[in-house]
């Protein structure tokens, strides 16, 4: 089937020690998102991918950094994890066509925490 | 500045009622309004969705209500189950290349056996 695989779906990292987090999808589209989730709180976009274009939103901090080296992967690279980076990582695709153009499809997520 | 504003945000429903969850938004250049569902653990899935050329879409128990001149629209689960207890964020987003959504702080659904 084709999916959103997130790897690893849990990681535990130390406070300043470098982290990456890893997204493949097999639906080819051509939009690749990375969302940050805290508990009971809405998913909050932090970067997108049109194709190679990267897109970054204003409040996300330099402390985030992303590479899409081909369609099918995505990696969320976090340089000095701080306490308040736990959190549910969600990795997001989208393509522009389908049956909703603007659907979002989502991975199970990978829950990082920083001991 | 919140554009998309959910409520409530936590409802408890017995089992077979219905489930009623609101939303509004401020930005009339959207023109796609998804529900997404989430279980614990696990990344949002679409639920149900509409365009703002229709008042109403059904999809089993699930219906979307949309009223474009009050910039609302709200989540009808019908015949409430267990199963359904779950997150649900509403959102909207407008057509364009990157297809960025804007999400709704999300209600926490609980069905009582």
């Known amino acids: 089937d084709a999916m959103v695989i997130q790897n690893p779906r849990y990681q535990v990292t130390q406070f300043g020690k470098p982290v990456t987090l890893s997204c493949s999808q097999t639906l080819n589209h051509n939009v690749m998102y990375w969302y940050q989730q805290k508990s009971s709180q809405a998913p909050k976009l932090l970067f997108h991918?049109?194709?190679?274009?990267?897109?970054n939103e204003a409040d996300t901090p330099d402390n985030f950094q992303s590479r899409r080296p081909n369609t099918s992967f995505c990696f969320l690279d976090i340089r000095s994890p701080g306490l308040g980076d736990a959190a549910m990582y969600l990795c997001?695709?989208?393509?522009?066509?389908?049956?909703?153009?603007?659907?979002?499809?989502f991975g199970p997520g990978t829950r990082l925490t920083v001991l | 500045q919140q554009q998309v504003k959910q409520s409530p945000q936590s409802l408890i429903v017995q089992k077979g009622g219905i489930s009623i969850i609101n939303c509004a938004y401020e930005?009339?250049?959207?023109?796609?309004f998804p529900w997404y569902q989430q279980f614990p653990g696990k990344g949002p899935a679409l639920l149900i969705a509409?365009?703002?050329?229709?008042s109403e879409k059904k999809e089993g128990r699930f219906t979307i209500s949309f009223n474009k001149s009050a910039k609302q629209f709200s989540l009808h689960i019908m015949d409430s189950q267990p199963g359904d207890s779950a997150t649900y964020f509403c959102a909207a987003s407008e057509e364009n290349r990157d297809d960025k959504i804007i999400f709704g702080k999300g209600t926490r659904l609980h069905i009582l056996p």
């Open positions: 509409i365009r703002p050329d229709v």
């Open positions: 930005n009339t250049a959207f023109d796609y």
């Open positions: 997001a695709t989208s393509s522009e066509t389908g049956i909703y153009d603007n659907e979002q499809f």
């Open positions: 991918y049109y194709d190679k274009d990267f897109n």
